[in-house]
């Protein structure tokens, strides 16, 4: 029995002859190659992705949450038994993402420092700068003004969160030791020399 052997295929989507490297192997036909070549398979599956993206993407995310600590743990052991592997992956990925390595450093970053630091968390934050109509508690500035974030305010003594100020309030009452005496001294010295304008 003579085997012939196949050099060239019709695509039966684009229509087009093409050499049987274009074409993926199958079991499912006689001649062991897909129908439709790689081109027209490529272009058919991402279509296919785009118009179920949303459906995929609720299943991978349930798919995360339902194994959610297996997840981890299997990460966490796969980076300590492949460190290098790991360092290059996360390289190449936030060369990739340079504009997300921004957003999210410095939004993470910062989560970290309020959770760590006065043990308050982000919307914490938010709905403590929300009441005070996003302005500085003392000296009533917007942080917009000098684009800087207002800072967290507490007392040394008892750690309690008092409010969100400016840097320079910030600064301000700290350089005056928290002290009442000391601050209320201040204004009567201010005060005072008003006064001694206003006579002369």
Same mark, same amino acid.
């Given at each position: ?26 079991? &499912? ?51 300590? &038994? ?13 060369e990739r993402n340079k504009e997300y390595k921004k957003l999210h450093y410095k939004t993470k970053g910062r989560e970290i420092y309020l959770e760590k630091t006065y043990g308050i968390t982000e ?48 600064? &301000? ?28």
């Open positions: 029995m003579i085997s012939v052997i196949i050099t060239e295929k019709r695509c039966t989507k684009c229509g087009e002859i093409k050499s049987v490297d274009s074409f993926t192997k199958t079991k &499912a036909t006689k001649d062991k190659l897909h129908s439709n070549c790689k081109l027209c398979r490529g272009v058919a599956k991402k279509l296919s992705r785009a118009l179920n993206l949303p459906k995929q993407l609720a299943k991978e995310a349930e798919y995360r949450e339902r194994r959610r600590e297996f997840l981890r743990t299997y990460h966490k052991d796969w980076c300590r &038994a492949n460190p290098e592997a790991n360092k290059s992956h996360k390289q190449q990925w936030l919307k914490d934050y938010q709905d403590m700068l929300l009441n005070q109509g996003g302005l500085c508690a003392i000296c009533g500035t917007s942080p917009e003004n000098r684009n800087r974030s207002l800072h967290v305010d507490h007392c040394h003594d008892s750690d309690q969160i008092r409010g969100l100020l400016c840097p320079d309030c910030n600064m &301000a009452i700290g350089l005056l030791k928290e002290d009442k005496h000391i601050l209320r001294n201040a204004i009567h010295y201010l005060e005072e020399f008003e006064s001694g304008n206003e006579k002369s």
